[in-house]
């Protein structure tokens, strides 16, 4: 049973860092890609970034590149999320979520995935 449960929200400030992690279970990372999905309060969600091992793809949220950093590790089986220089705009929620594609959409442009985590709140605010 594939199994992701996320941690490191919290309320940081404007310019400030929060590493967000991800605690996978039930696959290997050369089976899924993993990514995060943000949805911010009457916003639709955005794809932020994922990571396909098994042929070393990435990708990241125009708005967000430079800026976020993807990276998993095997040994605990962790995706993490290091974001930096945050502005208020990176406000929301934040999931974890596992597919065979990186990055997953439906027909309608909309971020698909087969596995979702319950999400954390990330809130930048002065």
């Known amino acids: 049973e594939v199994q992701l449960v996320e941690s490191g929200g919290g309320v940081v400030q404007p310019g400030g860092s929060l590493k967000l992690s991800c605690k996978t279970s039930?696959?290997?990372?050369?089976?899924?890609?993993v990514g995060w999905v943000r949805q911010a309060p009457g916003k639709e969600r955005d794809i932020v970034a994922c990571?396909?091992?098994?042929?070393?793809?990435?990708y990241y949220l125009p708005s967000v590149k430079g800026r976020f950093t993807i990276t998993t590790d095997n040994a605990r089986n962790t995706v993490t999320l290091q974001m930096n220089s945050l502005v208020p705009e990176d406000t929301a929620v934040y999931y974890c979520?596992?597919?065979?594609?990186?990055?997953?959409?439906?027909?309608?442009?909309?971020?698909?995935?087969?596995?979702w985590g319950r999400g954390t709140q990330v809130t930048v605010s002065s």
């Open positions: 979520t596992a597919d065979v594609l990186c990055p997953s959409y439906d027909g309608r442009g909309r971020p698909s995935y087969d596995y």
């Open positions: 039930g696959f290997t990372f050369t089976e899924l890609a």
């Open positions: 990571i396909e091992e098994s042929d070393g793809t990435t």
